[in-house]
């Protein structure tokens, strides 16, 4: 059973940052797609990143220059950076995986999902 578990989140404030970490256990070393999302309450999920088996990293256009996402070879372990945070940053960060290998931004339908860590950013 493939499970990935978030860790690190917490409450900042402005202009401080915070690093995520994911762990994926039972996860086959076959190189598929891993990805950080967020939900706001009220609002609909988002992409904050994603890396495809080939190591390409994509971001939401909110994270660019402040966010970055770190991957181990194996999968099993993944990390967001995130500096200069926003109070608009504030929501439950989700890591989640799957065996699609590539168009992992937009296309895919991540199939394991973690249970989320919540970030708060005060101003």
Known sequence: QVQPVESGGG???????????CTISGYIDIGG?????????GKE?????????????????FAKGRFTLS???S????????????PEDTAMYYCAADTSRF???G??????WGQGTQVTVSS
């Open 11 to 21: 409450s900042v404030q402005a202009g401080e940052s915070l690093t995520l970490s």
């Open 103 to 105: 168009e992992c931004w």
């Open 33 to 41: 797609c891993l990805g950080w999302f967020r939900q706001a309450p």
């Open 75 to 86: 999968r099993t372990n993944m990390s967001l950076r995130m500096n200069n945070v926003k």
């Open 71 to 73: 991957a181990a070879k």
């Open 45 to 61: 999920r988002e992409g904050v990143a994603t890396i495809d088996s080939e190591g390409t990293i994509l971001y939401g256009e």
């Open 107 to 112: 296309s895919v339908e991540f199939g394991y």
